[in-house]
Structure formats: structure tokens, C-alpha cells
């Protein structure tokens, strides 16, 4: 326990856990759905589209926020015209556009003079540089996704299981899917300042599917989600000051191993369990 208070006593660990937490609010709403419907190869894609916009902004001087968000909706709108305008599968299409707009990203940033220091930010974050300012607007982000979560359940989740249906109810899928895409967008711009753009994926795919293991309920999922989210950047930025480790790494790898672990112990107590309720084999 005294390491855990005496690794949160400095002010930017105290940012850094405020800036942290409220990305898990963010991505566990908006990667609950990205799990149940199978967005990940797309989310993961979004978040590395987002880097031509970023480095632009670090180039030229302005907000990353805004560059980021113009370049999600570039490559959501790509991904959609290539879908809609090609026979090729849309897994290609996305496969394609994540690596073209990582390489535009990676190319843009080599002409920033202090590449090796903006490309170390840009893809793996700087947790620890969370200022006041990134929290606000993180803050901003967080109300969005929750009142927008809250105010579109039902189509999110009638599109989610039956998109035909939804359709015949008057809920209009394609706009529930546009709206869907904007606010993972905006859940990977207000967490990329902590884990980078690299590393929002693990926590956008990682407690929401270690959620799903133990509950089928979606607010359930939501919540627990969050809990594990929590538990791995409180563990991870615990570990990251005391062993000197990368924070959004740390973090987002716990998150990951914390859906291993869980998945672990269920198929343990499922064993345990079947072996008990199976009857024994009397001798004749």
C-alpha cells in the first residue's frame, strides 16, 4: 500500500492518473460496442489513421486534437467509399488504408526536427506529460461519449445484433454506424495523449473483452470494463514509476494480460466445475 500512495504523490503522476482514467471511461464505452460487433481490425485501423493529423499538427504548430479528429474522419470516410465503391472485402480496403496512412504519418513526423523525441510521443504517448489542459479536454470527451452512449443504446444495440431489424424499426443502422465511428474517434483522440496512438487499441479492445468473459449484459459489460481499466493503469503507472518502465505500455499491456489472466480462471472453474457436477462411475 505505501507504494502505491508514495507513487502518486508527485502532481504529474496525480495528472497522469486523473488523464489515464478518464480514457478508460471513454474507450471501455466505445470498445464495448467495437467488441461485440468485431470492430477491432477497424479500431485499430482508425487509431493508426489518426497519425497523418497529428503530425501535421506537431509540424506545423497546431492542435494535434483538431488534426487528429480531421484525420479519423478522412480515413472513416475512406474506409466507407472503398466499401462501397470496390469488390474488394472491406478487411482489405482497411488492411490497405491502415498501413498507407501509418506510412504518411511516420513520413510527415521525419520532418520534424526532433524526430526521434515527436515519433516516441506520437506512437507510444506521454503519460506522464498530461498537462491540465489535456484533462479538460479529455473531460469534454468523456461527457460526449456518455451522453451519446446513453442517448443512442437502443440503435447502437439494435445494430449491434439485428441491423436488418433496426433497419425496419425507422433506426437508420448507417447513421447508428456513422455515429458509432465518430465517437471512436473521438474515445482514440482523448487517449492518445496518455498511451499513444499505438497503444490506445489495448485499452479499447483489452477490458471490454475481458468483460465479455464474465458478463453478456452490455451496461454490465460497460461497468465492469471500466473496473479493469482502472485496475490495469493504477497497476501500470504504479509499476511505470517504481521500475522505471514506459507508462502507456505498461498500462496497456496489463490490460491485455488481464484478459489472459480472466480467461484463464474460467476455463479453470469451468473445468472444476464440469468434474463435479459429472456423476461417478459406480463399479458393476
Known amino acids: 500500500m505505501q507504494l502505491l500512495v508514495h507513487a502518486f504523490e508527485p502532481a504529474f503522476m496525480q495528472r497522469a492518473l486523473i488523464g489515464s482514467l478518464l480514457a ?15 470492430l477491432a481490425f477497424l479500431g485499430d485501423a482508425i487509431a493508426h489513421g489518426v497519425i497523418p493529423g497529428i503530425a501535421l499538427a506537431v509540424l506545423w504548430g497546431f492542435s494535434p486534437i483538431v488534426g487528429a479528429l480531421v484525420a479519423a474522419a478522412v480515413m472513416a470516410g475512406l474506409v466507407s ?34 524526430f526521434t523525441t515527436e515519433v516516441t510521443s506520437l506512437l507510444f504517448g506521454d503519460v506522464l506529460g498530461v498537462t491540465r489542459s489535456d484533462i479538460n479536454g479529455q473531460f469534454v470527451a468523456a ?6 452512449t446513453i442517448g443512442l443504446y437502443r440503435p447502437f444495440m439494435a445494430l449491434t445484433f439485428n441491423a436488418i431489424k433496426a433497419q425496419s424499426l425507422g433506426m437508420h443502422p448507417k447513421a447508428a454506424h456513422l455515429a458509432l465511428m465518430m465517437l471512436l474517434a473521438i474515445s482514440i483522440v482523448a487517449s492518445f495523449q496518455a498511451v ?21 449484459r452490455v451496461p ?18 504504479t509499476i511505470s514509476f517504481h521500475a522505471g518502465t514506459a507508462g502507456g505500455a505498461t498500462m496497456a499491456g496489463l490490460s491485455v494480460a488481464g484478459f489472459f489472466a480472466v480467461l484463464l480462471v474460467t476455463e479453470v472453474v469451468r473445468y472444476l466445475s464440469g ?10
Open 275 to 284: 468434474r463435479v457436477s459429472r456423476p461417478a462411475v459406480r463399479n458393476a
Open 81 to 114: 467509399l472503398v466499401s462501397a465503391r470496390t469488390v474488394i472485402r472491406e478487411d482489405t480496403g482497411i488492411g490497405l488504408l491502415f498501413v498507407g496512412m501509418l506510412s504518411l504519418g511516420i513520413v510527415i513526423v521525419s520532418k520534424a526536427r526532433s
Open 220 to 237: 454490465v459489460m460497460m461497468i465492469v470494463s471500466m473496473l479493469f481499466g482502472a485496475l490495469a493503469v493504477i497497476a501500470g503507472l
Open 143 to 148: 461527457v460526449i461519449v456518455v451522453v451519446a
Open 196 to 216: 499513444g496512438t499505438l497503444l490506445v487499441f489495448g485499452l479499447l479492445v483489452g477490458p471490454p473483452a475481458t468483460a465479455s468473459l464474465l458478463t453478456r
Open 24 to 38: 478508460v471511461v471513454v474507450t471501455s464505452l466505445v470498445g464495448t460496442w467495437v467488441v461485440l460487433r468485431g
